[in-house]
């Protein structure tokens, strides 16, 4: 018999635990011995639950399960920064195996924990913390080993795909969209993580460090949300051939790692475009195996608890047999992420400005002396005197770009600079 | 160091050569120790090759393969049913772990070499075996592991599913797209086991006995192929908002498991309808993740050496580091297909009938009789005697409907039965 603790009962814990009960003979048949729950800590013993669970089972005290000598397994669903980090290098150092959905800690702290894993002899496993039941992680661990990774799109945020989908199709703002993603359950009360990017960040994080065999810095990546994100723009795109997403991206080339996440306009026949809702999606490209994409809900109790429960599956049979999954991070290079102000990108762009003649003059010559060349212009209607003006730019180095809009901001002419949207044209 | 020997120096073959040696540095540190080919087995010595390879690694002698004290993993990539299968049997008898692309052997043979690496302790992985460079096997084996899988739809065969786009976007006729699809190198010499569909089936007993963990016997799984498909169909389906693909189709149910390869009207919206060419896809539902759908392309010889390298990369780093990832098949279940006789499904259905009053309800009447209820109905213009007459059935039971149809067949203004294509709208 194999015992494990889980340390918190939230949406994901109860999904494990669910799973756990419901497909027990299958995963016994799967491990060769029994699974089954030691201990599982919760902050507040007399909360409701959402599952049948023994009284006694829940503890308080987290020493109840790390320092526990009947646990091999030691499984992360408490979520955010610390405790949970304290908590897993503690259960590590006691010789435990982890299996965590904890995108924050494995993002910052990846390196530390496989090392410290590494030297205690244990496994640690994390299929649960990108894009919820896909598979991702052990893909690239090992069905697309072989590969150079180039490079990964991914759409990581249910959330925001959530909102911005609703905000096309019903044509809503940010503000009320949000509202009706939390009325849902699919946006939480403090949002923050997800629409201002954060979350899809670590995600990219975690994925690009494995696909690219260094350890990113998660503070090198460059992240933007989707809260200015206005209806006009989810408009003017539509009109042009393209939806608005937030991408998670990372690219390599020789110049070293580009990863960022931002909204992008996605040409609207890209397999990209139609992944709506809450899902999830990863488009990938390796030098031997040429495109592959997967989709699934990347949030969410069960298919979470799918992910995590997989590993637990895995990390027990691997401790039944024996064995150690050998995950070679050793010879992991260091971040070289590339600074944003250096990454070229096609841009759309939306100014509003005066009706008066010259206007665009003026703008298109700053735009040529700071090397923007420009792809297509929009002017709309012209019913009052200030008009809206969209340009979508070739292929511009964002340093440019940057020293071209603050010149034009102080044009007389130029009311305001509305939006400066990514176009990726070349996913 | 770790050596291989490779059965096969074709298409993929010569692909698994080119991928070792470009990434053979990076494969060097995720395996802990170099991988080098030892000896590469062909049929003609005398062959021009498509890699360059130093003349004395190739032999015609299998022995030096299967029997060379050296050899750690023999990969095995000459296809077809004999000699491969006695030459995987020995190589594991001697002691050898084998990665194979093989579909047929390990669809028809699965059972006894599994039974056969765990007497001798040695791995059998099959990653290429099904969808190219698509990971699905490993998938199935640890990330979807918590899941009991209830049902996969796949486009599993490149060149059916690129004939068929083919017809579908060109208006061409199956033949000419055939032969379109051979000058263009996506279809063999002899397509006989791609459009008569027993290529996916062999793909889909794979799957689905992973999925289902039972022994499929592949000759109990229902096949139809491409040939009979008629551009009119093809069009009358886009009418009706359709798309006609080669579907192999797996479920599970409490009366038994329900496993087949036909053609099959997809809605169009659907995104199994979207996938065009030579892509592959899998889409499955697990009761806890819920929907998954991958896509890539499904053979080639970089995709397909893609999935080949990647676990020989896994066995490498298993045998170097002592271990040997353990498949517990010994829990399989053993075959039980429902007879496709006993499926209900609905159908589009295709007569060419004489323009005479009294015939659709000669028809209506022994659809009647036979439990056929009909969900809609399409007469074409009556331009000539000869009229097409078009139905698309609600869920009809396949005995019930041949009796009907064979009823329907004697009728005098029935001229002849066109068509008869399943119709999936529950994917
Ligand atoms: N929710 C998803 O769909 C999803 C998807 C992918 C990944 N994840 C990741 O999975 C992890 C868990 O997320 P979740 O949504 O399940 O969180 P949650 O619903 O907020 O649950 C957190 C659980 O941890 C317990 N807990 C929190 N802090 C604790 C502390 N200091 N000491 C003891 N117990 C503590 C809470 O106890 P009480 O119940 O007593 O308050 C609660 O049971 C996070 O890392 C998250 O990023 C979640
Ligand atoms: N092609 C694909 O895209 C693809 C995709 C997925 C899976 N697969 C599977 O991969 C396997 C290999 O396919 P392939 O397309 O690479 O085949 P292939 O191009 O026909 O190559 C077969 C190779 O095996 C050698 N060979 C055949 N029979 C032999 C024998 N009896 N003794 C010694 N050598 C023999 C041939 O030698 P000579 O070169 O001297 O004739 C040739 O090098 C098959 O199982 C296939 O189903 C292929």
Redesign the interface.
Known sequence: MLRIGILGLGTVGS?VVK?LE??SE??K????TEVTIEKILVNNLKKERDVEIKKELLTDKVEDIINNSNIDIVVELIGGEQPAYDYIIKAIENGKSIVTANKLVIAKYGKRIFRKADENDVQVCY?GSVA????I???LQ???????IEKIYGILNGTTNYILTDMSKEKKDFADSLKNAQALGFAEADPSSDIEGYDAAYKITILSSLAF?RFVDVNEVYVEGIKDIDIEDIELAHEMGYVIKLLAIAKNSSEGLDVRVHPAFVPEDH?LA?INGTYNCVYLH????????????GAGQ??T??????D???VA?DIN?N??E?Q?MD?FLESNVIKIDEIENSFYLRFEVKDEPGVMAHIAKIFGDNNVSLASVLQKQKENPVVPLVFITHSVREKDLNQSLAKIKKLDDVIEIKSVIRVENNI
């Open positions: 999904g799973i419901k497909n299958n995963i048949n799967k491990v060769g299929e919820g039941g896909l598979p992680i052990r893909p090992n069905s697309l080993a072989a590969n150079r065999e397999p139609m390796g030098d031997a195996v040429g495109q592959v994409m997967s989709t699934a809900r069960m298919p608890g799918s992910a995590v429960t997989a637990i599956i895995q049979k047999h064995q150690r050998v070679r010879s």
